[in-house]
């Protein structure tokens, strides 16, 4: 099959589009054929090995699993024998271990859920990680109830974009934060209120906030508290920070400062689940939200949509599409 591999840490030269064996299902897991992936920031971080601590986990020298991607739809060709949820022929959507940029890839069934039938395979690709991410960022981290005032950095990107749509699905009012060009974005997606940041400091307007939802770590966090209510929730869920550690200092500072404060900082981790991934197929096929995507690439340029991701602000999601005319893929 075709994919996209790295066999070495770096930046999108490193990508290779070239043939690999094709993955093999164990008992609890399934083989989707790939209709179509998407770009997400772990994408980028994994690409590059940065953090370098993830490297004990993901390589030391060099990426211990090659091909690259994340987030999937597609077909399921073939399941496991422990498999019982999940049938061949369902269509379903994924955050998978590793492998999405690939004609066809594993996950295991507690990862994989029904695609939402009223989108395609592109806009169902684009949702698994940012979507999820979103979700319980709000409803875990944050407990986000019915008219919180909730603050939204980093509105206009993949999870910001989900984010608010389900905040407001939830009943908050949201400010969000974006450039100029995204501010009509913010507003189509729900948005109450936008502040521009490039003009703009949210956390010295004087208006404070139930929950802010950080996905950027641009501001200091005794910023952010102070543009929280006394008892307000901070959620961070941003990969800035130094090559070394990435946001693992800032996230060890919230750790020390929650102690001692009656706000909450809470650093979030989010995990794939095709329970959630059930909850927000419900919220789109209802028409409550809806996935954004700037643009679409080719499996066979997607060293060009990470490149992309790296070099621009990606308004919302970039999609990658399996059969693209070069490849035609196994019948």
Sequence with gaps: MKAIIQRAYGGPETLEYTDVPMPVPRADEVLIRVHAASVNAADWLLMHGEPYLVRLAFGLRAPRIAVRGRDAAGVVVAVGSAVRRVAVNDEVYAEVNAGSFAEFTVATEKVVARKPATLTFEQAATVPIAATTALQGLRDAANLQPRDRIL??????????????????????????????????????????????????????????????????????????????????????????????????????ASALGVYSRQSLRPLVASASATDLDVIRELIDSAKVAPRIETTYPLSRTADALHHFGEEHTRGKIAISIWDGVTAGPG
Excluded: M, W
């Excluded at 703009?200 to 139930?210: I, L, P, S, V």
């Excluded at 501001?219 to 006394?230: E, F, I, K, Q, Y």
């Design 152 to 253: 939204v950095n980093g509105a206009s990107g993949g999870v910001g974009s989900f984010a608010v749509q389900l905040a407001k699905a939830f009943g908050a009012e949201v400010t969000a934060v974006c450039s100029t060009r995204n501010a009509e974005l913010a507003r189509g997606l729900g948005a109450d209120h936008v502040i521009d940041y490039t003009s703009e400091d949210f956390t010295a307007k004087g208006r404070q906030y139930e929950v802010i939802f950080d996905l950027i770590g641009n501001r200091s966090l005794s910023d952010c508290r102070r543009a929280l209510t006394p008892r307000g929730t901070l959620v961070l869920s941003s990969a800035a920070g130094g090559r070394l550690l990435g946001p693992i200092g800032r996230i060890l500072a």
